[in-house]
């Protein structure tokens, strides 16, 4: 069977007439492994509210050529007690902050068990049944556990993403669902042992930007700053070239450290063009985000990236953003500014206006920070 004038799904509760699965409010509400699980056969099409592709218009990505590959910084050599090693690697963070704004970190010293026991437990929570998920069902971006689908796309009202989620506020405070049992501890630790990363990554680009190492810890009140788990689960898709994961977006904190089931489906824009991330075995994909693009003003801009879908396999990714604390009022930073003799590219916005804005009126293709720019650097 290969038409897709057949589709082989059962439409009931998703077509778009019952809300869809963006509506998990709505009577019936359904993710999409659960429409792959209601599907009569292995079926060759999906279902029409999923291809995005119409409208989003994302280009496909292309192959980065020898020189064009992204960094890989030594988190070690970051740490280490030689100051010329140090020195060394400082350098190179700066140069991936501010060439592309993605790099893998590797020696990290988080453990591989913990990244497996994480990305694992995610898994079993997104392969429960919906009636525990749904438990955790919201459209508010403010509750702590949040299970969801899709997101909303303000450009089509009836179309869907490739992709289940389960989101967790971490720090200051940290939440979990108690089920499935081991979850809630496993990811605390991982949290605590990514925010320890970024604290370090924090310093050294403080030390790159010729600030001392807490520069950017203190005026982002990060030891009280908000942290965002999200487990992506993106179904194994029929029509791969249609559907999407996650559109085009840049993220909201300071940092994202990203890691995977061993399934690629990152892309990111270098230089107008995107690319496949292919991570190093057990390294962190790391990326700067919009606030540490605001504070630096423009200088470390937030990187557009995707998250498309495959055929083949199911993949998962853990994404944490770290942020400052959500009352913290971020603007460029006016020492920045005096030293480089830039004016202002950014208005200020405290955290938790611009995370608001960010997660609820994303516009595919245009970064959040559009809304508050000033000028260009
Ligand atoms: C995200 C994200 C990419 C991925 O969750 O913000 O960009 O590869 N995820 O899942
Ligand atoms: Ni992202």
Same mark, same amino acid.
């Given at each position: 069977?290969?038409?897709?004038?057949?589709?082989?799904?059962?439409?009931?509760?998703?077509?778009?007439?019952?809300?869809?699965?963006?509506?998990?409010?709505?009577?019936?509400? %359904?993710?999409?492994?659960?429409?792959? /699980?209601?599907?009569?056969?292995?079926?060759?099409?999906?279902?029409?509210?999923? &291809?995005?592709?119409?409208?989003? &218009?994302?280009?496909?990505?292309?192959?980065?050529?020898?020189?064009?590959?992204?960094?890989?910084?030594?988190?070690?050599?970051? @740490?280490?007690?030689?100051? &010329?090693?140090?020195? +060394?690697?400082?350098?190179?963070?700066?140069?991936?902050?501010?060439?592309?704004?993605?790099?893998?970190?590797?020696?990290?010293?988080?453990?591989?068990?913990?990244?497996?026991?994480?990305?694992?437990? *995610?898994?079993?929570?997104?392969?429960?049944?919906?009636?525990?998920?749904?438990?955790?069902?919201?459209?508010?971006?403010?509750?702590?556990?949040?299970?969801?689908?899709?997101?909303?796309?303000?450009?089509?009202?009836? *179309?869907?993403?490739?992709?289940?989620?389960?989101?967790?506020?971490?720090?200051?405070?940290?939440?979990?669902?108690?089920?499935?049992?081991?979850?809630?501890?496993?990811?605390?630790?991982?949290?605590?042992?990514?925010? +320890?990363?970024? +604290?370090?990554?924090?310093?050294?680009?403080?030390?790159?930007?010729?600030?001392?190492?807490?520069?950017?810890?203190?005026? #982002?009140?990060?030891?009280?700053?908000?942290?965002?788990?999200?487990?992506?689960?993106?179904?194994? *898709?029929?029509?791969?070239?249609?559907?999407?994961?996650?559109?085009?977006?840049?993220?909201?904190?300071?940092?994202?450290?990203?890691?995977?089931?061993?399934?690629?489906?990152?892309?990111? +824009?270098?230089?107008?063009?995107?690319?496949?991330?292919?991570?190093?075995?057990?390294?962190?994909?790391?990326?700067?985000? /919009?606030?540490?693009?605001?504070? @630096? &003003?423009?200088?470390?801009?937030?990187? #557009?990236?995707?998250?498309? %879908?495959?055929?083949?396999?199911?993949?998962?990714?853990?994404?944490?953003?770290?942020?400052?604390?959500?009352?913290?009022?971020?603007?460029?930073?006016?020492?920045? #500014?005096?030293?480089?003799?830039?004016?202002?590219?950014?208005?200020?916005?405290?955290?938790?206006?611009?995370?608001?804005?960010?997660?609820?009126?994303?516009?595919?293709?245009?970064? *959040?920070?559009?809304?508050?720019?000033?000028? @260009?650097?």
């Amino acid at each position: 069977m290969a038409s897709a004038a057949a589709p082989a799904f059962r439409q009931s509760s998703l077509d778009s007439s019952s809300g869809g699965p963006a509506a998990l409010n709505s009577p019936k509400p %359904v993710s999409v492994k659960e429409l792959l /699980d209601s599907s009569t056969n292995s079926s060759t099409a999906i279902p029409t509210n999923y &291809n995005t592709s119409s409208f989003l &218009n994302e280009p496909a990505a292309s192959e980065p050529d020898e020189q064009e590959s992204i960094p890989v910084i030594d988190f070690g050599l970051l @740490t280490s007690p030689d100051p &010329n090693q140090r020195s +060394q690697a400082v350098q190179e963070l700066t140069k991936a902050c501010e060439e592309w704004g993605f790099f893998l970190l590797v020696n990290h010293g988080v453990p591989e068990n913990l990244m497996k026991e994480t990305v694992e437990a *995610c898994d079993r929570f997104l392969n429960q049944t919906m009636e525990e998920k749904l438990k955790f069902a919201g459209r508010d971006v403010w509750e702590p556990i949040r299970f969801g689908t899709s997101i909303d796309i303000k450009v089509a009202a009836n *179309c869907f993403l490739w992709r289940d989620f389960l989101k967790l506020f971490v720090h200051p405070h940290f939440n979990a669902p108690t089920k499935p049992e081991g979850l809630s501890e496993v990811l605390q630790e991982y949290s605590k042992r990514t925010r +320890q990363v970024v +604290q370090e990554l924090l310093r050294g680009i403080s030390e790159g930007l010729g600030m001392e190492r807490g520069f950017i810890e203190k005026a #982002m009140n990060f030891e009280s700053g908000f942290q965002l788990f999200a487990a992506n689960l993106y179904p194994p *898709c029929p029509q791969p070239e249609l559907a999407m994961g996650i559109p085009a977006h840049a993220d909201h904190g300071l940092l994202t450290i990203l890691i995977q089931n061993g399934v690629d489906g990152l892309q990111i +824009q270098h230089k107008g063009k995107w690319f496949s991330v292919k991570p190093i075995p057990n390294s962190l994909v790391v990326n700067t985000a /919009d606030q540490l693009d605001i504070f @630096t &003003n423009g200088k470390y801009k937030s990187i #557009m990236h995707r998250a498309v %879908v495959n055929s083949k396999s199911a993949r998962m990714s853990i994404a944490v953003a770290h942020g400052p604390s959500l009352d913290t009022e971020v603007s460029p930073s006016p020492e920045l #500014m005096e030293k480089e003799g830039r004016p202002a590219v950014f208005k200020p916005m405290k955290y938790k206006e611009y995370m608001e804005l960010q997660q609820t009126k994303p516009t595919p293709g245009v970064p *959040c920070s559009e809304l508050i720019r000033i000028r @260009t650097p």
